[in-house]
């Protein structure tokens, strides 16, 4: 399937590229929360999690580290919220997936929150025994 992103990896639209390998690619966010916000996009377009092969996970999930450990260097951020917004009702607008690793600073304001769903009673226990591994 084509997205904004398979037309970055082919060099049909322009970008900024910070690093690219056989699996996935860097590139600045247009629209970045903080600025520096990276993308580190799966090659093959699989839309979320569950269709995306273990060792290429992996991969991404290493090459994200390096981007957090470039951040902290150049931009001299003190953390990075790394992110995936996996599937549509997570907030996923491009189907093709990718991991946001954006630039964080102590003397920032900035709050990326949620808010939170108390459990009823019994509700908890519950669900320790629905999701057991
Ligand atoms: P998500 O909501 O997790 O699917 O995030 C998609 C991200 O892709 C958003 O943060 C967009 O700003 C970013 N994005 C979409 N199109 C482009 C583009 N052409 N170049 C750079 N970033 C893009």
Redesign the pocket.
Known sequence: MET??T??RDKQ?P??WIYEDDQCFV???????VKG?C?VISKDPTPTLAETPDARLAHMILVAKKVDAKLRACLNCDATNI???NGPAA??????L?I?VIPRYQSSSLAISFTHEPYKPGEMADLEGRLKL
């Open positions: 904004v992103f037309r970055i639209i970008a900024c590139i600045l966010d247009h629209n970045p929360i916000h993308l992110v995936i917004n907030g996923q607008e491009v189907p093709h990718h946001h």
